[in-house]
């Protein structure tokens, strides 16, 4: 059981290059997140989906896009990316009410 | 909107001291409350979660928390830290029930041991 797989675990952009960060969970679960997380700003929600179909903006969502393409997989997407967004970024998945997040093995991005 | 709240940024402790760090939260109805860690280069884990019932609620490791709904807090506990307790540790809460959405995590807590 995977869980929750995210790809990559490292990438190095340059300022103004766009990405796609892939979060995918073989829980079944129906909500699924973005984190980043910054030293010293513990987690911050970028983004985060209730349900297959349905996304809803967190607290920092600015510079970002998500899809929910199914109920698996749940991308985050950096159009242009910039120096401020060089983070760790993790995924996580929920499963039926009032339940625990399961988190991904975290994606370090380095924009310079 | 939700908001969580630790107190404190850095703990240093022996080993064998008592652990106890405070969690506040900002929210008028009922929630869910959690408690995870993350040991250094390593994913976030569920230490412990708080639904409903019983306010004292056991985790993994030892460690335990109470929940005061008077107080809003949700502090966590260990008798007896040892040196492989050194991580950071997050406070979460979450609306309870509902469409599950908004998880929000305080800034962390990092705890040094020294054996």
């Known amino acids: 059981n995977a869980g929750v797989t995210q790809t990559p675990k490292f990438q190095v952009l340059k300022t103004g290059q766009s990405m796609t960060l892939q979060c995918a969970q073989d829980?079944?679960?129906?909500?699924m997140y973005w984190y980043r997380q910054d030293p010293g700003m513990g987690l911050r929600l970028i983004y985060y989906s209730a349900s297959e179909g349905t996304t809803d903006k967190g607290e920092v969502p600015n510079g970002y896009n998500v899809s929910r393409l199914n109920k698996r997989e749940f991308s985050l997407r950096l159009e242009s990316a910039a120096p401020s967004q060089t983070s760790v970024y993790f995924c996580?998945?929920?499963?039926?009410?009032?339940?625990?997040?399961?988190f991904g093995q975290g994606t370090r991005l380095t924009v310079v | 909107a939700q908001s969580v709240s630790q107190h404190n940024h850095h703990v240093i402790l022996s080993e064998a001291a008592s652990l106890e760090l405070g969690c506040n939260y900002s929210y008028g109805g009922t929630v869910n409350l959690f408690w995870y860690v993350q040991y250094p280069g390593q994913h976030l884990q569920l230490l412990l979660k708080y639904f409903s019932g019983d306010p004292l609620v056991k985790g993994i490791k030892g460690f335990e928390a109470e929940f005061i709904k008077s107080k809003f807090s949700f502090n966590l506990r260990k008798p007896s830290v040892q040196w492989s307790d050194t991580a950071e540790y997050f406070c979460?809460?979450?609306?309870?029930?509902?469409?599950?959405?908004?998880?929000?995590f305080g800034k962390g807590t990092k705890l040094s041991v020294k054996p």
């Open positions: 979460a809460v979450s609306r309870y029930g509902g469409s599950q959405g908004n998880l929000i």
């Open positions: 829980m079944n679960h129906n909500s």
């Open positions: 996580a998945s929920r499963g039926p009410l009032n339940t625990e997040a399961f």
